[in-house]
């Protein structure tokens, strides 16, 4: 589109800015930005980590614009980047569209969204079902002790006020996850509002960004809203306990993140192109709202210098990278996928460019 | 842009002297030069202005072609299904900076005639630039003071107290449940946004009124107040106007303290406690995640909204025009 006109005289200057300024890295490498990628803000905080770590450790400098995931798929497929990174896998028409060749979806860690509410009354942690999320989210539960709330918290004196929900308003990554799950939990979300990154949703109010419905939350007595984990697990949001599809009421704690990738991906094919969603996934600790995130690139590598230092860099971040993934809220990959990763990664082709 | 309609029409003694006036045949080769880069310099706005025009329009087109004009009459927003209805986001931006500017002109009015006729001089200037500063104040920090004083407010005392009284309480503009983000919010900060554009305009054109006006007033007998009503005012009446079309341009684009006060709901509610959208705040909402058609549709409303600005522009200066040749008549 008319955004590469623009894109490309932007990055490269950026380019020539990060070569002039750069101080030289360690072992003596030229200091300029190797490889540029752009997209998702969900997995910022696990990447930025990355890309610092691992230039000190190597010299190679990542330099990653964390615009969306839409920008991100943008970008890629006009080649105007190295890599993109995106929150929901990209659709058959949009893969279509590329340039320069199929892309390839590389997971990287898996994250979770939490549901969090103000309820001044209550101490110990909500339990809610995907039905009651639903029902509360289209509407058709307004009271905080209607009988689909009540009957699965026994144990609490539920209080008779609204319910506020709040939303986002800005598209985002952590709606497609959590419309993802309401689409798979319920069929009255999956007929109507469905999922997306953008929804038109039937009641609420929108805030913008993870802080917007936050602040908004923590504003209103009786309000629910839902965050990604790491932005409430840092300012200390009470976060509800889901339903799976086992039937068991699990926290979003980084193990029961990692089961539900693990049930899913079990079952995995071996030609998959992990565009799979682990919403709402089988086994007994798994928590309902988790979803990969994903890195793209190009199957066929146009620059084989470029190409490579990529396919480095992502083998480091699956094995030593992810290490650090729990401290920073997100669950690492599971160790057989990983292995099937880098099954993947041995098909990328660098030598299309000669 | 540049040219001011109300200037063909206000007699003036002077005759312009025009940059395509009588020729200097030996024309010096450096003037020919200074005046080929001042006609560059100045054809640089519409230029520019086309070619935003241009690139957003082709950008918005795909959804033009596909849904025609109609998308701008319906109500349903719903990337997910392909629907693509702007109206609640017209109205918002519409009423939002409509009510704005009936709630500031009346204060930036009163604050512009107190800085002119009746501040003590110590007083005026400070006056005048805290007023001024107002404008200088980053969008987000209006949003952000919003969020934790007005909105709490609006919610845990404003709304309830409307709520209470006998018959106002229960009129359709104060119905529903009040949690604060709400087209009232987004107004009462586009109020105050837009009153140091409107009062700074105001309090110029005012101080520019000459004293043999008011003298004149004065002698006649007026008390001070006609001489304001009947004198000054009158005179200063097309800058004022002006400076109201500057507030409410402002308002319209106003994107960043709404978005964080508004609530982010594409309704169309009469109540002033319910959320609404606008236009802008939709655009800075979708952008960075939209893709394909959707992508499409939001340069679509951003057409739309060029288009909004322009005519509520037009009509904003032909009030002008009217109004100054009223004032000479």
Redesign the interface.
Request: net charge negative; proline share 7%; no cysteine.
């Given at each position: 589109?008319?955004f590469r006109s623009v894109i490309v005289p932007v990055t490269v200057l950026g380019m020539i800015v990060m070569a002039c300024g750069g101080d030289p890295g360690p072992g003596g490498r030229r200091s300029s930005v190797d490889l540029t990628g752009a997209g998702a803000t969900f997995p910022y905080p696990i990447y930025s980590r990355w890309f610092s770590d691992y230039a000190r450790e190597t010299g190679v400098r990542i330099n990653y614009g964390s615009?969306?995931?839409?920008?991100g798929?943008?970008q890629v497929s006009e080649q105007t980047v190295d890599f993109g990174a995106t929150d929901s896998p990209m659709s058959d028409?949009?893969l279509a569209d590329v340039k320069g060749g199929a892309l390839l979806h590389i997971p990287t860690v898996v994250g979770a969204v939490v549901v969090t509410y103000n309820l001044p009354s209550i101490t110990q942690p909500l339990k809610l079902s995907g039905d009651a999320i639903a029902g509360i989210f289209l509407g058709t539960i307004t009271k905080w002790n209607d009988p689909a709330i009540a009957s699965i918290n026994p144990d609490v004196q539920m209080p008779a006020d609204?319910i506020?929900v709040v939303h986002r308003?800005?598209?985002?990554?952590t709606t497609y996850i959590f419309s993802d799950f309401l689409t798979s939990a319920n069929q009255a979300w999956a007929n109507g509002?469905?999922?997306?990154?953008?929804?038109?949703?039937p009641v609420?109010?929108?805030?913008?960004g993870n802080e917007?419905v936050a602040?908004?939350v923590k504003?209103?007595p009786g309000a629910i809203g839902y965050t990604e984990l790491a932005y409430a697990h840092q300012n200390g949001l009470p976060t509800a306990l889901i339903g799976n599809r086992a039937g068991n009421f699990v926290a979003p704690t980084i193990e029961n993140i990692q089961a539900a990738a693990t049930g899913v991906l079990a079952d995995l094919p071996m030609d998959t192109d992990f565009r799979v969603s682990i919403v709402n996934g089988p086994g007994e600790k798994a928590y309902p709202i988790s979803s990969l995130t994903w890195i793209l690139l190009h199957e066929v590598q146009a620059d084989s210098v470029k190409g490579r230092k990529l396919l480095d860099f992502l083998r480091w971040a699956l094995t030593k990278g992810d290490q650090q993934a729990a401290a920073l809220d997100y669950a690492p990959l599971p160790a057989p996928v990983v292995e099937r990763v880098f099954q993947r990664l041995d098909e990328v082709k660098l030598d299309g460019g000669q | 842009m540049s040219v001011d309609p109300g200037a063909d029409s206000t007699p003036s003694p002077v005759t312009p002297i025009r940059g395509d006036g009588p020729k200097v045949s030996g024309q010096n080769f450096g003037d020919r030069i200074y005046r080929w880069t001042i006609t560059a310099f100045a054809l640089c706005i519409p230029l520019l202005l086309l070619l935003i025009a241009v690139?957003i329009g082709?950008?918005g087109w795909p959804t033009f072609r596909e849904h025609g004009i109609s998308f701008l009459f319906l109500s349903?927003?719903?990337?997910?299904?392909g629907?693509y209805g702007v109206l609640p986001a017209i109205y918002g931006t519409l009423i939002s900076s409509l009510l704005a500017i009936l709630l500031a002109t009346p204060l930036a009015l009163g604050v512009a005639i107190f800085l002119s006729e009746f501040a003590p001089a110590w007083l005026r200037t400070p006056v005048a630039f805290l007023v001024d500063l107002l404008a200088a104040i980053p969008s987000v920090i209006y949003g952000l003071w919003g969020?934790f004083f007005l909105?709490?407010l609006l919610?845990d005392h404003v709304a309830p107290a409307i709520k209470s009284l006998p018959v106002i309480g229960a009129l359709p503009i104060f119905a529903g449940?009040a949690?604060?983000?709400s087209l009232l919010a987004a107004v009462l900060i586009l109020t105050i946004m837009i009153l140091p554009y409107t009062s700074s305009v105001a309090r110029e054109v005012l101080l520019a009124v000459p004293r043999s006006q008011r003298e004149a007033a004065l002698a006649l007998g007026a008390t001070r107040w006609e001489t304001i009503r009947d004198a000054v005012v009158p005179y200063a009446k097309s800058g004022i106007v002006g400076g109201v079309i500057l507030g409410l341009g402002r308002a319209i684009g106003e994107t960043m303290a709404v978005?964080?006060l508004i609530?982010?709901?594409?309704q169309i509610k009469a109540s002033l406690f319910a959320?609404a959208y606008t236009m802008a705040?939709l655009i800075?909402?979708?952008?960075?995640?939209?893709?394909?058609p959707?992508?499409s549709a939001l340069m679509a409303v951003g057409s739309a909204l060029f288009l909004i600005t322009i005519a509520v522009n037009g009509i904003a200066r032909w009030l002008v025009w009217r109004v100054s040749r009223e004032g000479a008549a």
């Open positions: 589109m008319k615009l969306g995931s839409g920008a798929i943008r028409a949009e609204d506020l308003t800005d598209g985002s990554g509002p469905g999922k997306g990154k953008q929804i038109n949703w609420g109010l929108g805030g913008k917007g602040g908004q504003q209103t | 690139e082709s950008a349903t927003w719903d990337p997910n299904s629907q969020i909105i709490p919610r449940p949690y604060g983000n978005t964080m609530g982010n709901v594409a959320p705040a800075a909402n979708e952008f960075s995640e939209a893709s394909g959707h992508l």
